[in-house]
């Protein structure tokens, strides 16, 4: 799958000039066809993670969830644009939580897709070459790094995400959580992203969430990681 590319559009723009979206989150939730927010494609069938995540969890997650991200996307940045096109900077202000949540979410879910593979295109085991030297080096081990992880997820208070990233200043890899649809952003380069909103398990594992974080390690595309640590 292709990385979908992020820009700021200008009714992003018009909400970070009116001091209402942090520059980060801004940047991050506009990604654009003919000016609208699109679903990508995924490069697998829905059913090609069983029996890992069920196929029906794909398509409800994929075509259900991440499409509402990428409608109230859509319907908040219509909603900057008229504001700025009204010179309405208190009303840009107001959609900006929208503009958060739902550029976060479209984000966050963009990069998942791509952070999942089947076991017959390279989901699953474990890390190799570079991004393995660097996760033994910050972690000690991989195992060490998916207790981190697990341990991470487990602790989400309600709904969010847990996320490898690279803190660019240090240089090193570090697990961080965020709430809800919040994008990582500022000094952190997502690598890999679990989603622990009930919505991505619940079909399946019901209120055994402990399942579903050990299970989903068989379907990490870890190239897709590796790939994203070359190019921090």
Do not use: C
Request: hydrophobic share 40%.
């Amino acid at each position: 799958m292709a990385t979908t590319l992020f820009r700021t559009a200008p009714a992003a723009r018009a909400a970070l000039r009116a001091g209402s979206v942090k520059p980060g989150a801004a940047a991050l939730a506009t990604s654009f066809t003919r000016g609208k927010a699109t679903l990508p494609d995924l490069s697998y069938d829905y059913g090609a993670l069983e029996p890992y995540i069920s196929g029906k969890i794909m398509e409800l997650h994929h075509k259900g969830h991440h499409q509402a991200y990428v409608n109230g996307l859509n319907t908040a940045l219509e909603t900057i644009e008229e504001a700025k096109a009204k010179g309405d900077f208190s009303q840009a202000a107001a959609a900006a939580p929208l503009l958060n949540f739902n550029g976060g979410g479209h984000k966050n879910h963009t990069l998942l897709w791509e952070n999942l593979a089947p076991n017959s295109k390279g989901g699953g085991g474990e890390p190799e070459g570079a991004l393995k030297s660097a996760i033994d080096k910050d972690f000690g081990s991989f195992g060490t790094l998916q207790t981190q992880i697990n341990t991470a997820l487990a602790g989400i208070q309600g709904s969010g995400w847990a996320w490898l990233v690279k803190d660019k200043t240090a240089g090193t890899l570090q697990v961080i959580t965020k709430p809800n649809q919040d994008p990582v952003t500022g000094n952190f380069i997502p690598l890999l992203g679990i989603d622990a909103w009930e919505h991505a398990y619940y079909l399946q594992y019901q209120n055994r969430k402990a399942e579903y974080f050990k299970a989903i390690w068989n379907v990490i595309n870890w190239g897709t990681v590796a790939q994203r640590l070359s190019q921090a």
